[in-house]
């Protein structure tokens, strides 16, 4: 008979499996009318795992451009960033922090050109990747049609500065968008105005050469715009620089020599970003598909939960930022409700840790976990919790978060005390990790794919 740990991890490990980015790319492209005759590129944290999804799926050599975060850690910074691979270096691979390490070297082809790029914030990797992937669509080849795969960090990994603004005024921009505290539409209008590559701009150098353009996307923002997701490299876009311009005075310490490249814009003297009248003029289809996002690993989470224990009630909600509006929300749900339910949720609290506490180890998705469990209990709430880090990455921890239930707390004599106290250090991982009730994943099995956390609650009446 499996015990529960057995079925949360064989939870975890389907669950894991259904949301691969190897899996949903090649997947796509069975269902699309692609064929073989295709190059392909592809860009984000997850751009080797894409890659591997269309590998598995074309068989045959595959002209591609990968454009990747960093994996190599044997290697000196200076020498890594900007650095174009060939076959002889992918022995350096062995000893690389990168998934499917065998099955990538065993399907790589020969007409594969990696570049390894910067994130969080652009750097010299970042505008090397900008400047080769539009040598690269510029390039003379035999494919008619092009495969675009795209996932969360393409705006770090894919940067190329328009002319008259440096790289690195272009890097002190991007820290000061995604530090300012707007929300990520308003980051990305700014930065699709401030780019050679971004809104669209690659699509109208593609589509001079190719017959058909299909990007598929993982996205990692709400309401999964295609615009949004990495800046919308191929996507039209439907802000202007005028938007872009009152974001940026908007915001303290934008550099003056920015703000006048996004005056001069409105002005008439850049050009604007894609716009879907221009898209449709040229002689090139462009067919765009969010492949999977916040909701549909919801989605997925919730079926393989509701499966897990006797079929309940499935309720879908938010998390917001705040930890206690949630817990409010919760229960708000718990007063609704007199027979057994489940919860499904997406979203990150927000943590904040104070100045003078050295944290350990864990991130939101144990923290949530830890705090939610420690309530539960308090209300004498039977339960089943869990809480997942769809990156596979909870803060500082090599874990992907983890689950308790409330027996838990009767069957280990100190389980509660020991809880407040990791709750207290912000230790959550490793107070999950002495008790055997973490998500367990290897480095290389390291999404790089953040559709935020997930969580699972089961009450039982």
């Known amino acids: 008979m499996t015990n529960s740990n057995d079925r949360w991890k064989i939870f975890f490990q389907t669950f894991q499996e259904s949301i691969s980015p190897e899996k949903l790319v090649s997947d796509a492209l069975i269902s699309s009318e692609m064929g073989d005759a295709f190059d392909l590129l592809?860009?984000?944290?997850?751009?080797?795992?894409?890659?591997?999804?269309?590998?598995?799926?074309?068989?045959?050599?595959?002209?591609?451009?990968?454009?990747?975060?960093?994996?190599?850690?044997?290697i000196p910074f200076s020498e890594k960033n900007g650095q174009q691979s060939d076959i002889v270096q992918l022995e350096l691979m062995q000893t690389a922090n990168m998934p499917n390490m065998?099955?990538?070297?065993?399907?790589?082809?020969?007409k594969t050109v990696f570049v390894y790029s910067n994130h969080p914030i652009p750097a010299s990797g970042s505008f090397f990747a900008g400047k080769k992937a539009i040598e690269w669509l510029e390039a003379p080849r035999d494919g008619k049609q092009l495969v675009v795969c795209i996932s969360g960090g393409t705006s770090a990994l894919l940067a190329c500065p328009?002319?008259?603004?440096?790289?690195?005024e272009k890097s002190f921009v991007h820290l000061l968008l995604v530090s300012s505290g707007v929300n990520i539409t308003k980051?990305?209008?700014?930065?699709?105005?401030?780019s050679k590559v971004k809104g669209g701009r690659l699509f109208r150098i593609a589509s001079k050469k190719y017959s058909k353009i299909l990007v598929l996307a993982l996205s990692d923002v709400p309401g999964d715009s295609l615009s949004d997701i990495g800046s919308g490299p191929f996507s039209p876009d439907q802000t202007t620089y005028s938007d872009a311009l009152d974001i940026a005075m908007s915001i303290e310490k934008f550099p003056q020599n920015?703000?006048?490249?996004?005056?001069?814009?409105m002005a008439g003297k850049h050009p604007e970003t894609l716009k879907l009248n221009e898209a449709l003029e040229y002689n090139c289809t462009l067919e765009q598909k969010v492949i999977a996002g916040s909701d549909y690993v919801t989605?997925?989470?919730g079926k393989l939960f509701s499966e897990l224990f006797e079929k309940s009630e499935t309720i879908f909600m938010k998390i917001p930022n705040s930890q206690s509006a949630f817990f409010a929300a919760v229960e708000r749900v718990f007063k609704t409700y007199t027979r057994n339910f489940i919860i499904i949720a997406s979203g990150e609290c927000e943590v904040k840790i104070p100045?003078?506490?050295?944290p350990g180890k864990g991130g939101r998705a144990s923290h949530l976990l830890l705090a939610l469990a420690i309530e539960l209990h308090r209300k004498q709430i039977k339960f089943d919790l869990a809480v997942i880090a769809t990156d596979n990455r909870d803060g500082n921890s090599q874990q992907a978060g983890g689950f308790i239930s409330d027996s838990d707390f009767e069957t280990f004599p100190f389980f509660a005390a020991?809880?407040?106290?990791?709750?207290?250090?912000?230790?959550?991982?490793?107070?999950?990790?002495?008790?055997?009730?973490?998500?367990?994943?290897?480095?290389?099995q390291n999404t790089g794919g953040n559709f935020a956390d997930i969580l699972l609650l089961r009450k039982v009446f």
Not at 52 to 63: A, D, F, I, N, Q
Not at 102 to 110: D, I, P, R, S, T
Not at 418 to 426: F, H, K, N, R, V
Request: negative net charge; contains cysteine; charged residues 25%.
């Open 162 to 168: 328009p002319d008259g603004i440096s790289p690195e």
């Open 42 to 74: 592809t860009v984000g944290k997850n751009a080797l795992q894409m890659y591997l999804g269309g590998c598995r799926y074309h068989k045959s050599s595959l002209s591609s451009l990968v454009i990747s975060p960093d994996y190599f850690e044997s």
């Open 418 to 444: 020991e809880a407040i106290e990791s709750l207290t250090l912000y230790d959550s991982a490793s107070f999950l990790f002495k008790y055997d009730r973490f998500f367990s994943v290897s480095q290389k």
């Open 102 to 110: 065998v099955q990538f070297k065993q399907n790589l082809h020969e």
């Open 355 to 358: 100045d003078d506490v050295k």
């Open 187 to 194: 980051i990305n209008t700014v930065r699709r105005h401030l």
């Open 299 to 301: 989605e997925i989470a």
């Open 258 to 265: 920015s703000l006048q490249y996004l005056k001069d814009g």
